[in-house]
């Protein structure tokens, strides 16, 4: 979660994991809010993980609906491996 929170705030302007309207624990899952977007449903993973490991599908996902650009998010997540949209 830790990578992933790097992307945001890297890629995002004025993204803050430490602002809770951006970035929020939940009991079973992180909800990321930015660019007027939500994603609620970020798994936490299993039982006191400090940094549980997010399903790339899941990492995917979430640059889409927040409208992230590809290039950025690919920089810190290569594994992303994402493509630039067609317009």
């Known amino acids: 979660m830790s990578e992933i929170c790097d ?3 890297h890629c995002v ?3 803050d994991r430490n602002n809770p309207k951006h970035f929020k ?3 079973h899952n992180f909800r990321i809010n930015a660019n ?3 994603v609620p449903d970020l798994p936490k993973g299993g039982h006191g ?5 997010i399903p790339i599908g899941k990492i995917k996902h ?5 409208h992230i650009d590809h290039d950025c998010a690919n ?3 290569p594994l992303l491996r ?4 067609k317009n």
């Not at 993980?49 to 490991?53: G, H, L, N, Q, V």
């Not at 994402?82 to 949209?85: A, E, G, N, R, S």
């Open 49 to 53: 993980e400090k940094d549980p490991e």
């Open 75 to 77: 920089s810190y997540l």
């Open 36 to 38: 007027g977007e939500c």
């Open 25 to 27: 624990k939940m009991p």
């Open 62 to 66: 979430m640059v889409n609906a927040l």
């Open 13 to 15: 302007r004025g993204w």
């Open 7 to 9: 992307m945001l705030e």
């Open 82 to 85: 994402l493509k630039k949209p």
